[in-house]
């Protein structure tokens, strides 16, 4: 699945985008399948603007953002639930986790999306790998920043998808915690041939990126 | 299991006094509605149901007012029976054939030995009051049924008997005893045994069935042709209605005044359902209220959720099927219980009105049942339209 931007500006950043200084805003790129791309955004460019309009949180941007030939501002709502349950996953930069349910409970109500895609067992396998087996059943409200991001990227990872967006996935965790999350995303996009999108405000080395934008 | 977590998430945040509130509204609501329409359905029973003895419907038997004028011509034309025919108030209209040839009656028993030159009267068996099995008459038939006035019996009773020094006579007695029948007429004498088979209230008149009537007056009759009646029976609802009294007194017609009286229990049953389904009906589109801001404030307070559902993947849609489980169920529950609470009431009343003469069919109307489906389908639709309503308000306020 290819991401098409065709001359996209949020309206909120309209006056802060001068024609060039982005290799994103108001520019006409494509994004292939399977690439893995850095976006690097120094704060207030629109990092999670950018995210926002990719998801179809946020609407108020002109220009065109669409996945292979579907145009996202016309995808009704049951397309666009279709999307967020096959083809694009998430991670957002404040996790948005149910706070009251326990860390299993909000993998599982992702899970339970596309129940044949990913059994139960790979939810306690992630969280092995990823070292947070002990406060699965723990309500997410009691847990760390850094417990919750790891929760949010195994939510992520546990559905089908074509294109992995992560919006400063990496911000509560330490190196050692990074590495091994980076290494279940790269296995788990590889697994699916999905292209990957990271914002971040830094360069980094966590992946093996095909394209580093600025944004 | 999404479904629990789902449930987990959308908790009854508007409060369980709320919920209980609109529970107990609804409830009451939809008894009232259902017993108006039950209570509605078992009065048509008894106004046109063939089984009652005697039922609340009225029946008028109507005929000319008779005055120097029209001594000798009252007869009813056609068009006149036809006009009656149309008249709102007519719900059904029998004629009353009287018979056209010489009658008596008497005794078979020496013991109790009576004559009398007697006329017979025939109308539609739908309009006697006597539910026997013995009205029936043909050619082979060993005994002639006849229905007699009850006041005919009430006359001997207690006044001919008295002055004869003669026995009283209960109904059964009546009934079991067998005379003979004479009928004379075009030169030809014909002789069959009678017996009483029941005792009407409604017809004033000595009653034999219609086919006796007409194979008698055509064999016995001395004028052969057909002859206008002279009095109709009309089936009425109300017999208080005054479009009814207007249009007898404008076309010279009387009838027994005093059945007026019985529209009494009319208007009582009238403005028992009429009220029963006025309140009903406040009161169901009170609950109904209740219960669409019970969603909406559930859906309110749960907006997070329901916003971090959808942004995950669930579709709108799919969330609005989990809130209508969760709402509707409720609504069906209270329904059923109203319904299983009519069928006691109804099997209850049946019982307690069979001690009083009145047959009511001890199970509940379809027509109630049809009701309740409709109050299932009203509900549905609001609950469906709320939950639409609130979840699409609530996505445009993000």
Redesign the interface.
């Known amino acids: 699945m290819k991401l098409y931007l065709e001359k996209l500006v949020p309206y909120s950043l309209k006056d802060k985008i001068t024609l060039g200084s982005s290799d994103i805003w108001n520019q006409s790129i494509a994004l292939n399948d399977g690439e893995l791309i850095k976006i690097e955004a120094p704060s207030g460019t629109g990092k999670t603007t950018l995210t926002h309009l990719l ?1 179809k ?1 946020r609407t108020d941007y002109s220009g065109s953002i669409k996945y292979d030939n579907l145009e996202l501002s016309k995808c009704d ?2 397309a ?3 999307l ?2 096959n083809y694009i996953s998430i991670v957002f930069q404040d996790l ?1 986790l ?1 706070p ?2 326990s860390a299993r ?1 909000n993998i ?3 899970r ?2 596309t129940p044949q895609f990913s059994t139960k067992e790979i939810i306690v396998e992630m969280t092995d790998q990823l070292g947070v087996s002990s406060i699965l059943d723990r309500k997410v409200r009691f847990c760390s920043l850094g417990e919750q991001q790891r929760i949010a990227i195994i ?1 992520a990872l546990i ?1 089908p998808f074509n294109w992995l967006i992560l919006d400063e996935p990496f911000s509560h965790l330490d190196q050692e915690n990074i590495i091994r999350a980076a290494t279940l995303i790269d296995s788990a996009c590889k697994k699916r041939n999905a292209g990957l999108i990271i914002m971040g405000l830094n360069k980094d080395n966590y992946f093996n990126y095909n394209r580093e934008l600025i944004l | ?2 479904n629990q ?2 449930k ?2 959308i908790r009854n945040s508007a409060g369980q006094a709320k919920f209980a509130l609109a529970v107990i509204g609804l409830s009451i609501a939809i008894l009232l509605i259902l017993s108006a329409v039950q209570l509605q359905s078992n009065y048509y029973e008894l106004l046109n149901g063939k089984k009652n003895q005697d039922s609340i419907a009225n029946f008028l038997v109507v005929n000319k007012s008779l005055t120097d004028q029209n001594v000798g011509a009252s007869s009813l034309s056609l068009s006149q029976l036809n006009d009656l025919k149309k008249q709102p108030f007519t719900e059904s209209i029998g004629t009353l054939t009287a018979s056209r040839f010489k009658a008596s009656i008497q005794s078979n028993s020496a013991l109790f030995p009576f004559y009398t030159d007697i006329a017979f009267e025939s109308v539609p068996a739908e309009f006697i009051d006597v539910n026997t099995k013995d009205w029936h008459w043909d050619e082979h038939s060993s005994s002639l049924p006849i229905i007699v006035p009850n006041q005919f019996l009430d006359f001997y009773n207690f006044q001919y008997s008295f002055s004869q020094n003669l026995p009283q006579l209960t109904p059964q007695v009546v009934k079991m005893v067998s005379f003979k029948v004479t009928l004379q007429g075009s030169g030809q004498t014909f002789s069959l045994n009678g017996r009483v088979v029941g005792f009407s209230n409604r017809i004033s008149s000595m009653l034999v069935p219609q086919n006796f009537m007409d194979w008698a007056n055509t064999k016995f009759s001395a004028t052969n042709s057909f002859q206008q009646p002279s009095r109709v029976i009309i089936k009425t609802k109300d017999p208080g209605n005054p479009a009814l009294t207007n249009y007898l007194k404008k076309e010279g017609l009387i009838t027994d005044l005093d059945k007026t009286r019985f529209s009494r229990y009319r208007q009582v049953v009238d403005f028992v359902v009429n009220i029963s389904s006025i309140t009903g009906f406040l009161m169901f589109t009170f609950a109904l209220l209740i219960f669409s801001l019970f969603i909406q404030l559930t859906i309110s307070s749960c907006k997070e ?1 329901i916003e ?11 969330i609005g099927r989990f809130l209508m489980k969760r709402f509707f169920p409720p609504n069906v529950l209270i329904v059923l219980i109203g319904l299983l609470v009519i069928t006691i009431a109804q099997y209850f009343l049946a019982d307690y009105l069979i001690g009083k003469q009145i047959i009511l069919t001890p199970i509940i109307s379809w027509l109630t049942i049809f009701g309740a489906v409709l109050l299932l389908i009203v509900l549905a639709i609001v609950n469906y339209y709320t939950i639409q309503k609130y979840l699409r308000l609530q996505q445009l306020t993000k």
Do not use: T, W
Not at chain 2, 308 to 318: A, C, F, M, R, T
């Open positions: 998801y949180v709502k049951d666009l639930a279709d967020r349950q948005r149910f009251d349910l409970e599982e109500i992702k339970l999306l939510r559905q | 299991m999404l977590l789902l987990k998430l959720e971090l559902l959808i942004l995950i993947g669930n579709s709108p849609k799919s």
